[in-house]
C-alpha cells in the first residue's frame, strides 16, 4: 500500500470513528447549588458545605464519550472549585478544577461552568471540592455507562447501587484543616465512618440512619464503590454474599471474586453481587486498613443488604472483616488486580525501554521542618525532590497561559 493511500485509508477511518463517536455522544446539563446545610449524626448537628442539600452530592450519570455541563453556583461562604476524579479531559485543562492549578477558587455569590468531556473512561468515577477539605462534604459519583450500542464485559447486571464511603467529623471541616495546618499536627481523627452519608448502628446514637440496599432474589447487582474518605484505606464485606471486582477506577479489571474488598481514598471499585442466599437481611460493613504507628480509629460502620419482603435476621456476628492491621489480608486482595484485555478498555502505549531518552528520578518525602508557630516546634511536610507546594495566590495554568514569570524553586525564576 502506497503512502497517499495509506494515510487516506486512515484519514477515512478517522473520520469514520470520529463520525461514530459524535453520532452516539449526548450532552448532559446539571445545576449544582452549593451551600451550608445542617445534618444530625452521632446526636450532634454539624454545618456542612454540600450541593443541593445532600451528603453525599447528586450523581452524574451518563454514558462514556458523552460531553457534560455543571454549572456550579457558589452559595457559601468561601470560595472553593469542583475536580472530576479520573477524568483525563484530553486538551481541556481549564475544567480539570484543582483550586489555583487549573482556576482561581469560585468566589461566594458567582458561578461557574465546568465542561467534562469524557474520552475512554468507562464504569465508576467521583466529582470532589478541590479546596481545603471541602471534598470532605462536597462530593459524589460520576456514572459512565457503556456507549448506546456498547455492553459490560461481564453478565449484564439487573441494576446498579452506587456506595460511597466517607468520614464523618463533629465540627466544621475547615476548622479542622486549618487549625491543623497552623499547628503543624496531623488533623484530627473523624468521630464515625459513612455509608453514603449514614452512620448505621454501631455508633450508639439511637436517631441514626442506616443504609439499606433492597435487592431482589436471584438478581445480580453492580455495586459502585467509591471511597471518598479524607485518609482512610478502607475494607468493604457484606455478610455471607461474596464480591466479584470487575473494574477500578473507569477501567475494566480481570474478574476475581472475594469475600471483602480494599479500597484507597479517592479510589473506585466496580462490584459484582449476586443476591444468591436465603431471603433475608445482611449486614454490609467497611472498617479502616491501616499497619501505620499513626492508625485510624478502629470503627466498624454498618449498612443492610436486604432482600424484598424479608425482615429480621440481622446477625453482626455474621460479619467477616479483616483486622485493621491485617497486611496479609491486605497484600491477598491487592495481589488478584490485573488488567484485562477487552475491548472496552483503553489501549494502553507503553513506550519500550528503548524509546525512553530521558529519565525523572522523583523522591517522595515526609519530614519534620522547623516551624515557630507550631504547638511542637515543628510541622510535617510534604515533598518532591524535597520540595513541597505551597498554593499559590494566582492560578498557574492561566499564569502559564499568559507566559507569565513562573517561579519555580530551585530550577529558574524566569
Ligand atoms: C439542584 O437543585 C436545583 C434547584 O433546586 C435543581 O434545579 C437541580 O436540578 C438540582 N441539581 C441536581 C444535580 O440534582
Ligand atoms: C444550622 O444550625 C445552626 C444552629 O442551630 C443555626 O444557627 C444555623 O442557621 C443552621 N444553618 C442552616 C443552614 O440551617
Ligand atoms: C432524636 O430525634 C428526636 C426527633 O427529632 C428528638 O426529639 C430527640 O431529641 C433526638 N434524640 C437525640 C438523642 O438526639
Ligand atoms: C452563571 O449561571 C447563569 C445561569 O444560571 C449562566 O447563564 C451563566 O453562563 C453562568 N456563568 C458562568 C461563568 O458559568
Ligand atoms: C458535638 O461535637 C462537638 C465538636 O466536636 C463537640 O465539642 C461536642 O462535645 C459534641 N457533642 C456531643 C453531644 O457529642
Ligand atoms: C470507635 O473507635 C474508637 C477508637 O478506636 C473506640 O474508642 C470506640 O469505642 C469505637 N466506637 C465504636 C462505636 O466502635
Ligand atoms: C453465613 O456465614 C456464616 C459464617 O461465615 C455461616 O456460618 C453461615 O452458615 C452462613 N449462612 C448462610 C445462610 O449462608
Ligand atoms: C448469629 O450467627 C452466629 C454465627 O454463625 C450464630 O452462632 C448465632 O446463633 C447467630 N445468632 C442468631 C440470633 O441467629
Ligand atoms: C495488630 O494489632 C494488634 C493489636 O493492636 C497487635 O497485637 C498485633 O501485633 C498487630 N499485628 C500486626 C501484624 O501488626
Ligand atoms: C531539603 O530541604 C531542607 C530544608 O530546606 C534542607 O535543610 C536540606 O538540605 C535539603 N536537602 C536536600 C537533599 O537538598
Not at 444468591?276 to 431471603?279: A, F, L, Q
Given at each position: 500500500m502506497g503512502l497517499q493511500q495509506g494515510f487516506v485509508t486512515w484519514f477515512v477511518g478517522v473520520l469514520f470513528l470520529t463520525t461514530l463517536l459524535l453520532s452516539s455522544a449526548d450532552v448532559h446539563h446539571y445545576e449544582f447549588f452549593v451551600r451550608e446545610s445542617n445534618f444530625t449524626k452521632l446526636c450532634n448537628t454539624t454545618t456542612l458545605l454540600v450541593v443541593n442539600d445532600s451528603y453525599p452530592g447528586p450523581q452524574i450519570r451518563v454514558h462514556r464519550g458523552d460531553t457534560v455541563f455543571v454549572n456550579v453556583h457558589n452559595q457559601g461562604n468561601y470560595g472553593f472549585t469542583i475536580h472530576w476524579h479520573g477524568v483525563k479531559q484530553p486538551r481541556n485543562p481549564w475544567s480539570d478544577g484543582p483550586e489555583f492549578v487549573t482556576q482561581c477558587p469560585i468566589q461566594p455569590g458567582t458561578n461557574f461552568t465546568y465542561e467534562i468531556v469524557l474520552s475512554d473512561e468507562i464504569g465508576t468515577l467521583w466529582w470532589h471540592a478541590h479546596?481545603?477539605?471541602?471534598r470532605g462534604s462536597v462530593h459524589g459519583a460520576f456514572i459512565i455507562l457503556p456507549a448506546k450500542k456498547e455492553t459490560y464485559p461481564f453478565p449484564t447486571p439487573n441494576a446498579d447501587q452506587t456506595v460511597i464511603l466517607e468520614s464523618w467529623y463533629d465540627g466544621d471541616y475547615k476548622q479542622i484543616i486549618d487549625d491543623a495546618l497552623a499547628a503543624g499536627v496531623s488533623p484530627r481523627q473523624p468521630n464515625a465512618y459513612a455509608i453514603n452519608g449514614h452512620v448505621g448502628d454501631?455508633?450508639?446514637?439511637?436517631?441514626d440512619t442506616i443504609f439499606r440496599m433492597q435487592v431482589d432474589s436471584e438478581k445480580i447487582y453492580l455495586l459502585r464503590i467509591i471511597n471518598a474518605a479524607m485518609n482512610e484505606h478502607f475494607f468493604f464485606t457484606i455478610a455471607n454474599h461474596t464480591l466479584t471486582v470487575v473494574a477500578q477506577d473507569a477501567s475494566y479489571v480481570r474478574r476475581f471474586t472475594r469475600d471483602y474488598i480494599l479500597i484507597s481514598p479517592g479510589q473506585t471499585m466496580d462490584v459484582l453481587v449476586s443476591a444468591?442466599?436465603?431471603?433475608g437481611q445482611y449486614y454490609m460493613a467497611i472498617r479502616p486498613f491501616s499497619d501505620s504507628s499513626a492508625a485510624p480509629i478502629d470503627n466498624i460502620t454498618t449498612g443492610i443488604f436486604q432482600y424484598t419482603n424479608s425482615e429480621g435476621g440481622l446477625n453482626a456476628s455474621l460479619i467477616t472483616l479483616p483486622v485493621m492491621n491485617d497486611t496479609d489480608a491486605m497484600i491477598n486482595f491487592l495481589n488478584q488486580i490485573r488488567n484485562t484485555k477487552v475491548s472496552q478498555n483503553p489501549r494502553i502505549n507503553v513506550p519500550a525501554d528503548k524509546d525512553i531518552k530521558r529519565r525523572v528520578f522523583i523522591a517522595l518525602a515526609v519530614n519534620n521542618l522547623p516551624c515557630s508557630n507550631c504547638v511542637v516546634g515543628t510541622r510535617l511536610v510534604a515533598s518532591l525532590n524535597n520540595v513541597s507546594y505551597v498554593s499559590p495566590s494566582i492560578d498557574i495554568l492561566q499564569a502559564y497561559y499568559n507566559r507569565y514569570i513562573i517561579y519555580i524553586h530551585g530550577y529558574s525564576n524566569s
Open positions: 479546596s481545603d477539605w471541602t454501631t455508633y450508639g446514637c439511637p436517631n444468591n442466599r436465603n431471603v
